[in-house]
């Protein structure tokens, strides 16, 4: 095991700017704090022989914890899940750290990357569902999944613009081609941008929300709250599904 990297030296070669500054290339919360963690995890990580695919597999493995750790009735699985959330996102930033610097990037680990992030956010809003229902199934459940799947749907209609791109032979969209053709959707956009209601529909800030939750329902005793809190996470979903295609087809990603 020879010594680690030099933090700096690091840094200019596992967190390219281009990538920090993008806005649909980095979590808010990568920029925030988690990219200050990973790196120092990252410096130790690529002494070891630990590849990058082994940890993007860790990170799916969390994700999908996560989801399950809601199982878990009251605050306690409400708390696993939002920490293994937190090990997704850390896993999500080092796995990419550690293929920049040995020069390890392949096709296989963005794919499972980017199930990886179908599959985690899928099953939170899942077990979001069961916490909800506290015994049986019920309707509880059921809106747990139809969130699931609308948070899918979600992922796949920004997804399926590189695909869509690809076989047209066009370059990867940049963050100038999203901006809104039509000025009218532009406002709504940027209405709906300056609330952040939307990142909801995100694991991070779910599991977060969804913790919020549990802790209000020790405080009354019930599950109602997680209740409330699934009807809004499913509501701001189905908002988001018809919403976001309108702006894909309204902005020149597709041209």
């Not at 070891?48 to 809601?70: N, R």
Request: one cysteine or more; hydrophobic letters at 50%; glycine letters at 10%.
């Amino acid at each position: 095991m020879g010594a680690a990297p030099v933090l700096e030296e690091l840094r200019e070669v596992c967190q390219p700017q281009a990538k920090l500054a993008s806005r649909n290339g980095e979590h808010w919360a990568g920029r925030l704090y988690m990219r200050k963690i990973s790196l120092r995890v990252t410096r130790q990580l690529v002494r070891t022989p630990v590849t990058p695919d082994q940890l993007t597999w860790t990170m799916v493995v969390c994700g999908i914890a996560s989801g399950a750790a809601l199982l878990i009735p009251g605050l306690t699985g409400a708390v696993l899940a939002a920490v293994l959330m937190q090990l997704f996102l850390l896993f999500d930033c080092v796995d990419g750290e550690v293929a920049r610097w040995r020069g390890q990037n392949s096709a296989t680990g963005i794919y499972v990357d980017r199930l990886g992030a179908y599959l985690a956010d899928a099953a939170l809003m899942t077990g979001a569902g069961f916490h909800a229902a506290r015994s049986g199934f019920g309707g509880w459940v059921s809106l747990g999944l139809a969130t699931a799947l609308g948070v899918v749907l979600l992922k796949a209609s920004t997804d399926l613009v590189d695909v869509a791109r690809a076989r047209r032979g066009l370059a990867v969209a940049d963050d100038e081609s999203t901006r809104p053709r039509s000025q009218g959707v532009a406002t709504v956009r940027r209405l709906a941008a300056a609330f952040k209601i939307h990142r909801l529909t995100n694991g991070i800030e779910a599991s977060l929300f969804l913790l919020v939750a549990a802790i209000g329902d020790t405080v009354t005793g019930g599950v109602e709250v997680t209740r409330w809190a699934l009807i809004a996470l499913a509501a701001i979903t189905w908002v988001m599904v018809p919403a976001h295609l309108l702006s894909i087809l309204s902005s020149s990603r597709l041209r």
